[in-house]
């Protein structure tokens, strides 16, 4: 195999899998971490304040 063009087609090779707790294609197979949930990394769920849509104390006005 040559090292140029030619062999760009074969380097198609995905880092990220589907996680076992979210589902999402998330999981970073060398890391063996879950960017989405925090799976492999910790027991609990990935979570912090400044995420969603409904926040605690946080009153939308319509």
Avoid: D, E
């Avoid at 998330?26 to 409904?54: D, E, M, P």
């Amino acid at each position: 195999m040559s090292k140029g063009t030619p062999s760009m087609g074969r380097r198609k090779r995905s880092i990220h899998i589907r996680c076992r707790r979210c589902g999402k294609a998330t999981f970073h197979i060398k890391k063996g971490v879950c960017s989405s949930c925090g799976y492999g990394r910790t027991a609990k769920l990935r979570r912090y304040a400044w995420q969603g849509k409904n926040r605690k104390g946080k009153h939308r006005k319509y």
